[in-house]
């Protein structure tokens, strides 16, 4: 392949608010499990997400715009399972 010529375009985007791409987002999850008896153990899962606003749509046309706030959102599940005894 040659790249020479694969990269030799570039768009010049200085000042352009690029879409759905936020500033930043951050992303965690967690979980732990803990042995209850030889075959049981019980399990806590944590999942989540916190983003700065974007917006979607095509910036040719603003009625197709849609602009989502800064938020986050989170889950949080626990429960029993089977082990394995070891």
């Known amino acids: 392949m040659d790249t020479d010529a694969f990269c030799a375009g570039t768009i010049n985007r ?3 608010v690029p879409q759905d791409a936020p500033d930043w987002k951050f992303v965690l999850g967690a979980n732990y499990v803990y042995p209850v008896f030889d075959t049981v153990e019980a399990f806590v ?12 749509g095509r ?7 849609t602009f ?5 959102d ?5 429960g029993l399972n089977s082990s394995d005894g070891s």
Do not use: C, Q
Request: proline share 3%; glycine share 12%; hydrophobic share 35%.
């Open 14 to 16: 200085k000042g352009v």
């Open 45 to 56: 899962n944590v999942k989540g997400f916190i983003s700065d606003d974007y917006r979607t």
């Open 74 to 78: 989170m889950n949080l599940s626990f």
């Open 59 to 65: 910036a040719a046309n603003p009625a197709d715009t």
């Open 68 to 72: 989502f706030y800064r938020g986050g």
